[in-house]
């Protein structure tokens, strides 16, 4: 009987954007050109964060060339700016129509992204705008650095120093991509893995993958609360990994990671925000050395309870100073353009607008 050959491999899916190619890749699309050109593009995308077109140590016909040949993911539908050009948001379109946000903050003493994973969100959690527009796919490692780069030439003459990925989606149910963009950015982009922050609601697999990664990139756990019966409705992947384990996986992370851990917790008027809250909050922080984030609720369309008032603010932070945990109030960014923490959606419209100075 003859044999039957084996059907071809199928093909390589073509990369959404330019940073999903790796170095050998890029040597692959450069064979006909001398070998220095791949080290004079890749340095250009990365260390210098231009497009192929603005690399004028190439000559214009390969620049023209690479334009069409290196994917842009990002394609840019509007851009809103607060707090006097402090702030500034993004929203995306990627080629397949699906839309993502990413926000810049500029502060006295740093420049932050806070990027997006996920393209929406699977994790359900009620009070926050991605959780309610659900999820619609994962993104590629290329298009999580792309929004990086993005980041990066629009706070120029300054430095971007810091990447939150706090955006939309949950970074540890896209680990792998997440991972691989966290590496091209530590390695390509030079930001230090003491400059990466990963936010999770509670994924016990990630977190213990995380404690075993080479890269010792800060973790943001979201809790607010700290007793099942309430973390189950407000955070349904309580659910599925209870507190007790949440708080193994997070002490496995401290002890072979050396960072300290932080916890966010979103301040729910009457939900939240009481005495006892703050008690079961310590209990929980202490023991894992941990620093809690106070945020006041952000307002969202389908979530109707607000944000704790002030004076409850400061007394929950005082509380649990008192109670041995270091706590702060975290100070809120870009509200009047759906740019804090859980109003990230990416429904807005609008204008393009010119990018203020990041001062």
Sequence with gaps: ????????????????????????????????????????????????????????????????????ALPV???????????????VKWLFELADGRRVETVLMAYPDRVTVCVSTQAGCAMGCAFCATGQSGFERHLSAGEIVEQVVAGIRAARPRRLS???????????????????????????????????TLSTVG???????????????NLALSLHAANDELRDRLVPMNRRYPL?????????????????????????????????DMAELAEFARPLGAHVNLIPLNPT????????????VAD??????????????????GVEIGAACGQLAARGTGPVVGLPRVR
């Design 244 to 276: 007790a384990a949440l708080a193994e996986a997070c002490a496995e992370y401290v002890a072979a990671s050396k960072r300290r851990l932080s916890i966010e917790w979103a301040l729910i008027d009457g939900t939240n925000d009481r005495p006892s």
């Design 203 to 217: 994924l016990v697999p990630g977190i213990r993958r995380l404690a075993r990664a080479t890269l010792p990139v």
């Design 316 to 333: 929950a932070r005082d509380t649990l100073l008192r109670l041995g945990v270091n706590a702060t109030v975290r100070a809120t960014r």
């Design 1 to 68: 009987m003859t044999p039957v050959p084996p059907a071809p491999a199928p093909p390589a899916p073509a990369p959404r954007s330019a940073y999903d190619l790796s170095r050998e890749e890029l040597a692959g699309l450069l064979a006909d050109e001398p070998p220095y050109r791949v080290r004079q593009v890749w340095d250009g995308l990365h260390r210098r964060a231009r497009r192929p077109g603005e690399m004028t140590d190439l000559p214009r016909s390969l620049r023209e060339r690479l334009e069409g």
């Design 162 to 196: 810091n990447v939150v990925f706090m955006g939309m989606g949950e970074p540890l149910a896209n680990y792998g991509r997440t991972w691989a963009a966290i590496e091209r950015i530590h390695g390509e982009l030079g930001i230090s893995a003491r400059h990466l």
């Design 73 to 87: 993911a990002l394609g840019e539908i509007s851009r809103r700016s607060a707090d006097g050009g402090g702030t």
């Design 301 to 312: 369309p389908g979530y109707a309870p607000g944000g704790s008032p002030p004076h409850r």
